[in-house]
């Protein structure tokens, strides 16, 4: 889910706003802390209503950008996926260029938005991301063919020759 946010937060125009980034008109941004984590984001919904109209790529446009975004443009090794800011960070900026132990990977970097030293990834481990950057790929293959999307949503099967 946080993966397709982020798409829709960098879409131009945007189609999500950057929630702990807004704030009334002519305020200043507010802090609130829960366990030291700033934890703020804009809630006056009613103001938010119309936010992304002007976007007006399809759902089909959207789904072939998420898989192309996650297939070819993003780099795995060196990028982490912040919500909270709406923008790629780098797992240097996030200090999480080495696992600590087996529970506490960084090869698949998701920034908490409110915990932000938490990687939502850490589990990921070598094995399991080669299969989500296969099914993006497959997916992006198929996009860019005008495939079914019945055929885009395929349960994944395990075949030999990726092990």
Known sequence: LLLGILLFLLRSPPILPVLQEMTELGEERKEN???GFD???YSNLDKLKD????NTE???????????????DFD???SVISVRTGLMLT?????????????????????DPFETT??????????????IKYEFNRAYKLSL????LGSLCEQYQYKQEEA
């Open 118 to 131: 938490h990687n939502l990834g850490r589990l990921v481990d070598a094995a399991n991301l080669k299969v």
């Open 33 to 35: 802390q829960v366990e």
């Open 51 to 54: 936010f992304g109209k002007e």
């Open 145 to 148: 063919n005008l495939a079914p």
């Open 76 to 78: 795995w090794d060196e």
């Open 58 to 72: 399809s759902i089909g446009e959207l789904l072939a950008c998420f898989y192309k975004h996650y297939a070819v």
């Open 91 to 111: 797992k240097e900026e996030k200090d999480w260029t080495k696992a600590t132990d087996k529970k506490n990977n960084v090869l698949f970097a998701l920034e």
């Open 39 to 41: 934890v703020y984001f």
